[in-house]
């Protein structure tokens, strides 16, 4: 039997569900019952009714899918897939951080450990991170972490001045705005669309500005447009699938003369066979100790709520 129908056989005898990411490899997103962005991952997580939950994706997605279901069992098929953004903000540092600053709301992206939302007053995702901010009276001072790039982004949406954690997100700070020039006069009939993690100097060029998802539905909505796509490359997969008439063009990064894509090698270790085994094995597991859940559930839930 072929792994992949190995895998469908095993799904439903465990009823088991496959959540995937965009940037993952485009034989898992073929076998997922659900590919999306972080708030819809988190969405379909929270109303899931399968026993175990695959995550294809990142730990702190499969973390926030355990924080969710902690009944549940969630396996992410490889628990190297970290974040470096999630890395760049240690709980023990983000703590001291809040504690000098007590009367701040504290906003943290998804891409942060189960500790840092523990801290955390409000989440929000790439898709909801405007409206969070907006959701918080004018006169509250916030903390947004960790993600510097997007903080700027909506402190210049909102015209309000945020205290910035200073964090970001290897791949997308990988983008070259010189190659980038280079490569829209190539191609002037092009649209620039910018994932908010990248940096001001690309979001400032970019005509569309969005989450995965908003950056497919962008697309979809231009049904024959040429797209220059600054994010990982995994999402030229679906985008093409659900635009097939596009023409999609990965943003070129700094160091690579070699190919004009920006890969995330942390969605990237993961892979169907390992997915296969994780699912097999239930391990491995995401575990989180319950004192730590609780408190990370508290602002998840608001983000949910506010998002519906
Ligand atoms: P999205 O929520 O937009 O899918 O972003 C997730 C991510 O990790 C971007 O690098
Ligand atoms: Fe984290 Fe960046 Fe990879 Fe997204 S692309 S998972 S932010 S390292």
């Known amino acids: 039997m072929r792994i992949k129908e190995k895998i469908e056989q095993l799904k439903k005898e465990k009823n088991a569900i496959i959540l995937a990411h965009y940037y993952q490899q485009p034989d898992i997103q073929e076998i997922a019952d659900f590919v999306g962005d972080s708030l819809g991952l988190s969405q379909e997580a929270a109303k899931t009714d399968a026993d175990i939950i695959v995550f294809a994706?990142?730990?702190?997605?499969?973390?926030?899918?355990?924080?969710?279901?902690?009944?549940?069992?969630?396996?992410?098929?490889?628990?190297?897939?970290?974040?470096?953004?999630?890395?760049?903000?240690?709980?023990?540092?983000?703590?001291?951080?809040?504690?000098?600053?007590?009367?701040?709301?504290?906003?943290?992206?998804?891409?942060?450990?189960?500790?840092?939302?523990a801290l955390t007053d409000i989440v929000c995702t790439s898709s909801n991170a405007l409206k969070i901010v907006e959701s918080i009276p004018e006169d509250k001072p916030i903390i947004f972490a960790p993600d510097k790039n997007l903080g700027k982004y909506i402190m210049k949406k909102t015209g309000?001045?945020?205290?910035?954690?200073?964090?970001?997100?290897?791949?997308?700070?990988?983008f070259s705005i010189d190659k980038l020039l280079e490569l829209y006069k190539k191609h002037p009939d092009s649209i620039i669309i910018a994932h908010p993690e990248s940096e001001e100097h690309i979001l400032n060029i970019a005509t569309y500005i969005g989450s995965t998802s908003g950056m497919i539905n962008y697309v979809k909505n231009h049904p024959k447009g040429k797209f220059i796509v600054a994010t990982e490359s995994g999402i030229l997969h679906k985008m093409q699938q659900e635009a097939p008439e596009t023409e999609l063009i990965p943003a070129p990064a700094i160091e690579d003369n070699t190919c004009a894509c920006s890969e995330c090698s942390f969605m990237k270790v993961n892979t169907l066979q390992k997915l296969y085994d994780c699912l097999l094995n239930e391990s491995p597991q995401i575990k989180i100790s319950e004192a730590i859940r609780e408190k990370a559930l508290i602002p998840i839930q608001r983000m949910l709520d506010l998002s519906k």
């Open 160 to 174: 309000r001045n945020m205290l910035l954690w200073d964090g970001s997100c290897v791949v997308h700070e990988a």
């Open 57 to 117: 994706g990142v730990h702190f997605m499969a973390e926030t899918a355990k924080i969710l279901n902690p009944e549940k069992i969630v396996v992410l098929p490889d628990l190297e897939a970290g974040c470096s953004l999630a890395d760049s903000c240690p709980a023990e540092t983000f703590e001291e951080f809040v504690k000098a600053n007590p009367d701040h709301t504290v906003i943290t992206y998804i891409n942060c450990s189960a500790e840092v939302k």
